[in-house]
């Protein structure tokens, strides 16, 4: 599949409503896509586990979607085949009263991922781009009059393009998803949640709430997607209404970026080599016989 189609482009302003939600390609089922899925999630755990053992890089995953967008469903089946040791996941909330007492970065850098590993992000510091600019939350984080006036939310975008070049020169790869659902969509998995008693959990009378913003949420996504779109943290914008589509797509463009990292297991210089072999000597001198078939 092409995916700098998915890719929104560098310096560019984009407009959400020329990115299709319901697109699903060649594809017209589940059914179709399923074993190219179980392809992507193999390869996935294959280079996982190269990445661990390689121990340089690190690959950050981060999810944003309105509400009922499709995150926490991608996530959980996308990332199936990874081993857990090798991958860390953040779902960020409403930031407490010691993180707002802090630079908005603060949480996020303690929760960034280790060498080796990939962390996923289920909502990140891009909520200060979005819901914190709809909502007027800045004083709660109690910054200085004339830093608020001063542009900031330009001098914001150009900090998370700076903090992710920063990250990219440091071996952490940022790769983020926005995943683009229609308001129509959003209202049936609203009713589903609210009709399906094993769902009912997932509905907050705010989700409602929020649901009001719809157009200016949409705006400020394609704005703040525009701005921070760049070679050290490509957005992709994810046709979303389609669950099975997203899915095989997020995973399509995992497996490129972590393919891109080209990793391999560590290699064993001449006097390791020779080590191992002492090592074998040992172990089959020892009265305990095994197997080794
Ligand atoms: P679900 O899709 O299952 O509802 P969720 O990600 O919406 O999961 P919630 O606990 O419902 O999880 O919502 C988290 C809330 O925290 C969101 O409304 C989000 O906008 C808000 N939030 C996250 N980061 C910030 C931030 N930096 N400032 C203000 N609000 C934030
Ligand atoms: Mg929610």
Do not use: C
């Amino acid at each position: 599949m092409k995916l700098t189609k998915f890719r929104v482009p560098f310096k560019k302003g984009i407009s959400l409503s020329d990115y299709p939600t319901d697109y699903s390609g060649k594809f017209k089922s589940k059914e179709q896509t399923a074993k190219l899925l179980e392809k992507n999630i193999k390869r996935m755990a294959e280079l996982q586990d190269k990445l661990y053992a390689h121990d340089k890089y690190a690959l950050l995953l981060i999810f944003q979607a309105m509400d009922a967008g499709g995150k926490d469903g991608a996530i959980k089946n996308v990332m199936s085949g990874l081993n857990p040791q090798g991958t860390q996941v953040y779902s960020f909330k409403q930031p407490s009263a010691e993180e707002l007492d802090h630079d908005y970065l603060w949480r996020i850098n303690k929760s960034l991922p280790e060498r080796g590993r990939i962390g996923i992000f289920n909502r990140s510091h891009y909520e200060e781009l979005l819901v914190v600019r709809l909502h007027n939350l800045l004083e709660k984080e109690k910054l200085p009059d004339e830093i608020i006036k001063d542009n900031i939310w330009e001098r914001r975008f150009r900090q998370f393009r700076d903090y992710e070049r920063y990250l990219h020169e440091n071996a952490i790869r940022t790769v983020k998803f926005y995943l683009h659902v229609s308001k129509d969509e959003q209202k049936r998995r609203f009713l589903k949640r609210l009709d399906d008693p094993a769902k009912n959990w997932k509905f907050s009378s705010s989700d409602l709430k929020e649901r009001e913003h719809w157009d200016k949420y949409q705006k400020l996504f394609a704005e703040t997607l525009s701005a921070t779109s760049t070679k050290y943290g490509p957005w992709y914008v994810i046709p979303a209404d389609k669950k099975w589509f997203a899915r095989l797509l997020i995973s399509e463009i995992i497996v490129k970026h972590l393919a891109a990292l080209k990793p391999e297991y560590p290699k064993m210089n001449d006097a390791q080599i020779k080590n191992l072999e002492i090592y074998r000597e040992k172990l089959l001198s020892e009265d305990v016989k095994v197997d080794t078939k």
